[in-house]
């Protein structure tokens, strides 16, 4: 290569290395000129600030100190995490359950037409509504329609869920590949097979993945429900926050971390059980050659 072109080459790698790192820095620039408006703007002093870092520290403190355990009531603790979890397996499981038709008549390609796709938007949009409210706020609104007690929390989690998983389960009903349908029609199915076979079968890896990891996440989000009186731990969470027993709260923390990590290995072995599924062997003849 000429020495002038050689020279050239590197002149625009040059300048090109210079456009990006103007780039980040230019980015980086304007996340500090956020942050420090966002301070200013709300009135978050410097002496605020470092006031709350130590008061953090203090609270870490006070967490690691466990005091007076063997007198804590252990078996009333472990009885609200199972009520928490069996609230978060029943507003689930009626979720999925609710939220499977409501998938197909939101899915596109299932619901064609005009009369159809008018059907599908209406759906679209209740189930907007639904997954647009947090799961606090419906369980503020179930508290006072059905008192407090697991039942609100069960109703709230199947109001979220039914909303955010049945938009889910419908993308899930819209990505699949077309060509099985054509052949199913080819073959004259009528409508239901196709949904059967064609949609709801190569969906259907997606919607359990989809269902166990809400599982997952509403047992990390019940707790939230207690201090609204919806039932679970969370009661026994605003207990002890009120007190001022954070060593309390961080044991209750690390064994819902458990409890979350035990339903994590669960639902990954699930996802191998149903989804990656086991090689199918060929079948054999009597001869013992492989039958093609």
């Known amino acids: 290569m000429p020495p002038r072109q050689s020279r050239l ?56 100190i466990w005091q007076n355990f063997t007198d804590w009531p252990l078996g009333y603790y472990l009885t609200q995490i199972l009520m928490t979890l069996a609230i978060v397996f029943t507003g689930t499981l009626t979720a999925t359950a609710i939220a499977l038709p409501l998938s197909f008549l939101a899915a596109r390609n299932i619901m064609q037409g005009r009369l159809s796709g008018a059907v599908a938007l209406l759906i679209r949009r209740l189930l907007d509504i639904l997954r647009g409210i947090d ?21 709230a989690i199947i109001m979220q869920d039914t909303g955010l998983l049945g938009r889910l389960y419908a993308e899930g009903h819209e990505a699949v590949d077309r060509a099985p349908g054509k052949g199913l029609d080819a073959v004259g199915a009528n409508g239901l097979q196709k949904h059967r076979f064609a949609i709801l079968t190569q969906s259907f890896p997606t919607l359990l993945a989809l269902s166990l990891f809400q599982i997952e996440s509403n047992t990390r989000s019940a707790a939230v429900l207690g201090f609204v009186g919806a039932g679970g731990i969370g009661l026994v969470y605003a207990e002890n926050m009120r007190l001022w027993h954070w060593d309390v709260v961080m044991f209750i923390t690390l064994v819902m971390v458990m409890v979350v990590m035990a339903m994590d290995t669960l639902s990954a072995w699930l996802r191998r059980r149903y989804i990656v599924g086991n090689t199918v062997p060929l079948f054999k003849n009597a001869s013992g050659t492989n039958e093609k």
């Open 9 to 64: 080459d590197h002149m625009a790698l040059l300048r090109a290395q210079l456009h990006y790192l103007c780039r980040v820095g230019g980015l980086a620039l304007a996340g500090l000129l956020y942050f420090y408006w966002f301070f200013s703007r709300y009135g978050i002093s410097p002496d605020q600030f470092s006031a709350g870092i130590g008061q953090i520290g203090l609270y870490l403190q006070r967490m690691f």
């Open 135 to 155: 799961m606090a706020i419906w369980g503020l609104i179930f508290v006072r329609a059905v008192g407090l007690g697991p039942l609100a929390g069960v109703l």
